[in-house]
């Protein structure tokens, strides 16, 4: 909408100079009205840029209202969020995907927002390109024991994080992207007393990569066998069935991480879960299924997002690797995660 006033201005210009023509006297009244239309143009112009300026104000993304600081613990770098509130609830683990930093993973996702509305602490684990040249973390790796390595750094670094932030509640929730989905499902087999819910975005089955070639046959859609991966997982968890929640995400047009992930992941949790078959319905755009154990009680959910790439589902458009237009991932993972 344009309005500047311009055309008020011109209106009252054009009616004085007519005025003046037909009889001079009456200059002082044409002077005023000119004036006149001035202040009115100057007025709709105000009003105009007031606005613009709340409308913009408006469709901006509201800022947590926390705080969020960077810190490092045994070399690493990290990101910690914490609420304007009293914190409840388990610290939440979020791992970005290769290239991310920390802060860019919190603004795609908007997890600092939706963490300050439910009081939750978040920490941002950082990897760094002296460990992986594009910032991805090695889920690949071919460690000694499933808790070496990053797995152990970053379990070491949430226990910090819960010990100096008091917090109650003992137990993790990580949601993780690209290979911070992939990590994320590691930290599930390797620890299942400690995370107790893992959401993924663009992830796969434990193990299914071993070594840089690996990984990339995984990541398209090869090699995956779920059944296997499940015997693996609850061997490094050294249960029979996992105790834990998980919300798998995809996007159907991802190039980079084969949506055939997705199914290969579904089905490994779902062995490893106790799970029951699925129920299928579309929910906001796109197909949602939930498993539930033998009680009934929902343990996995899974989520196709039509039309997405490698993108984090109803993200900020200012992040990378982000798809507004989809539901919102971060709100349905962590409702889903804590039972809410």
């Not at 000119?34 to 300026?53: D, F, H, Q, R, T």
């Not at 055939?260 to 949790?269: D, F, G, P, R």
């Not at 790439?309 to 989809?326: D, V």
């Amino acid at each position: 909408m344009r309005a500047d006033g311009s055309a008020s201005r011109a209106g009252a210009s054009g009616e004085a100079s007519g005025e003046m023509t037909e009889n001079a006297s009456r200059d002082g009244s044409a002077s005023r009205a000119g004036a006149s239309g001035e202040a009115s143009g100057e007025m709709i112009e105000k009003c105009v840029v007031v606005m613009i300026l709340l409308a913009t104000l408006a469709a901006a993304p509201a800022r947590a209202a926390g705080t969020f600081a960077s810190g490092r613990h045994e070399g690493r770098s990290y990101a910690l969020f914490t609420p304007s509130t009293p914190p409840v609830g388990p610290l939440v683990v979020a791992l970005h995907g290769c290239w991310q930093t920390p802060e860019d993973f919190a603004l795609g996702t908007r997890l600092n927002d939706v963490a300050e509305r439910r009081g939750l602490v978040v920490v941002y684990p950082a990897q760094s390109r002296r460990d992986n040249a594009y910032r991805c973390w090695n889920w690949f790796a071919d460690e000694a024991s499933p808790a070496a390595g990053e797995v152990g750094e970053i379990l070491a670094l949430a226990r910090r994080v819960q010990t100096e932030r008091g917090l109650r509640d003992p137990h993790l929730v990580v949601l993780g992207f690209s290979a911070g989905g992939f990590m994320a499902v590691n930290l599930a087999c390797a620890a299942p007393r400690v995370v107790t819910g893992i959401g993924v975005m663009a992830g796969g089955a434990y193990r299914c990569g071993v070594g840089s070639t690996g990984a990339i046959q995984c990541m398209r859609g090869l090699g995956a066998e779920p059944g296997v991966s499940a015997a693996a997982c609850l061997r490094a968890a050294g249960l029979t069935t996992l105790p834990l929640r998980a919300s798998l995400w995809q996007g159907n047009a991802d190039a980079v991480v084969s949506p055939l992930n997705l199914s290969a992941l579904e089905a490994m949790l779902a062995r490893a879960l106790g799970a029951s078959s699925a129920t299928t319905e579309p929910a906001e755009g796109a197909v949602h299924a939930v498993h539930r154990d033998a009680r009934g009680h929902p343990r996995l959910e899974t989520w196709l997002v039509p039309g997405m790439g490698h993108a984090w589902s109803g993200g900020e458009a200012r992040g990378t690797h982000t798809y507004p237009p989809g539901p919102p991932a971060t709100e349905r993972m962590l409702d889903f995660l804590l039972g809410r």
